[in-house]
């Protein structure tokens, strides 16, 4: 909002020579906002300013469909502003810095134009994140504050972010994310609606509230009705409003509005212009545009579900992105099994066979980590192997005729919690190729792969048809692995088994691909306790 459009500095002390200095940057719909920090060696993060400068993005996404020359022009200018900024730390390498965009320029039809000049001007390379990285990013930012507070901890929590494109919504119960998803319901997206109608005044009103109630509905219905709700309000629109009705607010906590208050100043809010509201409030255009409708949401959102209080955080986007970079965007064990979460509850919508995809899972685990010195991929692509485990066989509720393509269909048009697109492709190619063909260049989705992809797809693809011909019985009989390298063969010991003839005829037939890739054979063997 206005009141974060100038610098402003961290709290005191001295700077610790052995912390890395980094920068997020948010390209958002109304403006610009950038984050300063140092990242200590344990990776402690201490923010030594912020800027914020308006632009208008989301006008021109929402209402041309593309972003006009002057508004380019306008972020050209405010990034390399913020290039100085960043020499003055000796912020220089890119490994240093990251630069993401959100729904106005991701919506946008020459976003890539708009990325390419940000380049060529300023050196920045902007990512357009998608949904699922934005609710990503939102949960690690917000997670801390939960966590201390013990009445939202217990109770089925509202995460609710209003944003000028777009409302992020994440439903969290005791830690564990139950919903995640975002709505194509954005304050400027709104206001540029009620523009279309050409309405009076007066029913400007009526019609933006039945927009904003036709979102609440469906969010109701992934809401447990005898669940005890708590919201917590995220964005610089209700942030302000935290600022102009709590005096005695400590940002580094939750804030707790009475709704009858937040109504009240909502009101006040929507019944001054544009203009008043610039000089009442000190605000930027962009933000006094979409202060209103933002504000409108979060109070209809906590009347539809009888809430008394809205809690307001300070946790914002570039929090959550400075976490990522604090912990060397390694997914942690917490985030990893809200994935796995996710994955399981999508199995179960379509009727998989859970103990066995379980145990795929765990024995895909159980390769991966064995066989690290063979695959050498990065920690993350545990995760898309053991999601794509679980989720091999969801396509034999299409049909049973090569339920191996309708897999990958289900998982790749399926919305799971933390995995961005990219992510769900790589999952949903690895379940494609758990059986029958080999990973070829003209198949779908595999081919806009680049070159580290396609192998590692292909890498995780040969690890999931071991596992999968080790439970070829459904019995779950094999628990412990202990995998040896010769320099011919890689040898699979499964202790406790006597009769692995089911299982080694299913290795045979299944593991043509790991030997094509690792170039070694695999023998299965009964080994000793």
Same mark, same amino acid.
Do not use: C
């Given at each position: 909002m206005g009141n974060d459009a100038q610098p402003e500095a961290a709290a005191?002390?001295?700077? =610790? @020579?052995?912390? +890395?200095?980094?920068? *997020?940057?948010?390209?958002?719909? $109304?403006?610009?906002?950038?984050?300063?920090?140092? !990242?200590?060696? $344990?990776g402690g993060i201490r923010k030594l300013e912020t800027l914020s400068q308006a632009v208008s993005l989301g006008r021109d996404t929402f209402t041309l469909g593309y972003i006009d020359k002057t508004t380019v022009e306008d972020c050209v @200018?405010?990034?390399?502003? &913020?290039?100085? +900024?960043?020499?003055?730390?000796?912020?220089? =390498?890119?490994?240093?810095?990251?630069?993401?965009?959100?729904s106005a320029v991701r919506e946008a039809r020459n976003r890539l134009a708009f990325m390419d000049r940000i380049y060529i001007a300023t050196g920045l390379e902007v990512e357009a994140i998608d949904e699922a990285e934005v609710n990503r990013v939102t949960y690690l930012s917000v997670q801390p504050q939960l966590r201390a507070e013990d009445t939202v901890a217990s109770a089925a929590t509202l995460v609710i972010e209003v944003g000028g494109?777009?409302?992020?919504? %994440?439903? !969290?119960?005791?830690? =564990?994310v139950l919903y995640a998803h975002t709505f194509r319901l954005g304050s400027l997206r709104l206001r540029k609606t009620l523009e279309t109608y050409r309405a009076p005044t007066v029913k400007l009103r009526e019609i933006m509230e039945k927009h904003v109630a036709r979102t609440i509905e469906e969010i109701r219905q992934h809401v447990p009705k005898q669940d005890q709700v708590e919201m917590v309000a995220m964005g610089g629109d209700v942030r302000f409003a935290a600022s102009q009705l709590l005096k005695d607010w400590q940002p580094d906590g939750l804030a707790r509005i009475p709704l009858d208050d937040l109504a009240k100043f909502t009101e006040r809010v929507l019944r001054q212009s544009e203009d008043e509201l610039v000089q009442k409030y000190h605000l930027n255009f962009p933000d006094a545009e979409t202060i209103g409708p933002a504000l409108l949401t979060y109070v209809q959102l906590a009347k539809a579900f009888g809430l008394e209080h809205v809690r307001v955080t300070n946790a914002n986007l570039r929090d959550g992105l400075l976490e990522e970079i604090a912990t060397k965007h390694a997914w942690t064990n917490e985030f990893s099994q809200q994935i796995i979460r996710s994955a399981v509850a999508l199995g179960r919508?379509?009727?998989? =066979?859970?103990?066995?995809?379980?145990? *795929?899972?765990?024995?895909?685990?159980?390769? #991966?980590?064995? %066989?690290?010195?063979?695959?050498?991929?990065?920690? @993350?692509?545990? !995760? *898309? /192997? &053991?999601?794509?485990?679980l989720l091999h066989e969801i396509g034999l509720f299409v049909s049973n005729r090569s339920y191996? +393509?309708?897999?990958? &269909?289900?998982?790749?048009? $399926?919305? /799971? #919690?933390? %995995?961005? +697109?990219?992510?769900?492709? %790589?999952v949903s190619l690895v379940a494609r190729y758990h059986r029958r063909a080999s990973p070829l260049p003209n198949h779908e989705g595999y081919a806009t792969l680049e070159r580290d992809e396609r192998v590692a797809v292909a890498k995780l693809a040969a690890l999931l048809r071991v596992a999968v011909a080790l439970d070829e019985s459904r019995s779950q009989r094999i628990g412990e692995l202990r995998c040896t390298v010769d320099e011919d063969r890689i040898v699979i010991q499964a202790p406790g088994v006597e009769d692995l003839s089911l299982e080694q005829l299913a290795l045979n037939q299944n593991a043509s691909l790991f030997e094509e890739i690792f170039g070694l054979p695999v023998l299965l063997r009964r080994g000793r306790r």
């Open positions: 005191g002390g001295e700077t =610790d @020579r052995s912390a +890395k200095p980094v920068a *997020v940057i948010d390209v958002g719909t $109304s403006s610009i906002r950038m984050a300063i920090a140092e !990242i200590d060696p $344990s @200018r405010v990034l390399r502003s &913020y290039r100085r +900024k960043l020499r003055e730390y000796q912020i220089n =390498d890119p490994a240093q810095i990251r630069v993401v965009a959100t494109g777009s409302t992020e919504l %994440l439903l !969290i119960r005791e830690g =564990d919508k379509f009727e998989f =066979d859970e103990p066995h995809a379980m145990q *795929v899972a765990e024995l895909s685990r159980k390769l #991966f980590h064995a %066989l690290a010195d063979e695959h050498q991929l990065r920690g @993350r692509y545990e !995760i *898309v /192997l &053991y999601v794509a485990a191996h +393509k309708h897999s990958m &269909y289900l998982i790749r048009n $399926s919305e /799971l #919690f933390g %995995l961005s +697109k990219t992510d769900l492709l %790589l």
